[in-house]
């Protein structure tokens, strides 16, 4: 059964690749900010099942994955930045504290019409570091397109004290929960 992943980002993309599942990428087409919900774990539900069926309709008889990460801080989501001054706002705003870090997954089987949706959560905290460190960190772009503005797998690691949970769900597609759903749907 063909599989397809409802995603853009190169990073899904990569941890996609670990699993050594067959793939293709088809990107979904709905605008995610249309979508409001206060809970971030509600939200990166109904986000990634979004996702997953935005494309469900164009692979008939294949297992369709959609995924969303979302950042909360005291129940503040936390979004990409917008520009280079929220980057170092969300990156002021996280220093030394911790946040969690939500990553839902949903698996969609187009054939028989089965459905299986997790969310993993983990808590990150980040390091006390200087507004010198941030615009550093801000010059080289890394966190422009990244949720809470920071990167775990790249540069921005270094920003991170520590976590607690699964790195792939901090990085976007917790690959353990995504085999075990598309067992669920098979």
């Not at 995924?67 to 129940?75: M, N, R, T």
């Not at 801000?138 to 920003?159: C, F, H, R, V």
């Amino acid at each position: 059964m063909k599989i397809v992943l409802a995603s853009g980002s190169p990073r899904r993309k990569q941890l996609m690749e670990t699993t050594g599942l067959a793939f293709e990428i088809d990107i979904p087409d709905f605008d995610e900010r249309g979508v409001v919900e206060k809970s971030a774990h509600k939200l990166a539900e109904i986000l990634a099942h979004k996702k997953a069926k935005s494309v469900a309709s164009r692979h008939p008889d294949s297992i369709v994955i959609g995924s969303d990460l979302v950042v909360a801080y005291l129940d503040k989501q936390i979004g990409k930045p917008q520009n280079e001054q929220d980057a170092k706002e969300i990156l002021q705003l996280l220093r030394g504290k911790t946040h969690q870090v939500i990553t839902s997954v949903a698996v969609v089987n187009t054939g028989n019409k089965k459905q299986a949706t997790a969310v993993n959560i983990s808590n990150v905290t980040m390091n006390n570091y200087t507004d010198k460190e941030i615009d550093d960190y801000i010059a080289t772009s890394e966190p422009m397109d990244k949720g809470g503005a920071y990167a775990i797998q790249g540069i921005g690691g270094k920003l991170v004290e520590k976590f607690d949970g699964d790195i792939e769900t901090i990085i976007g597609l917790p690959t353990k929960t995504l085999t075990s759903l598309i067992k669920k749907v098979q």
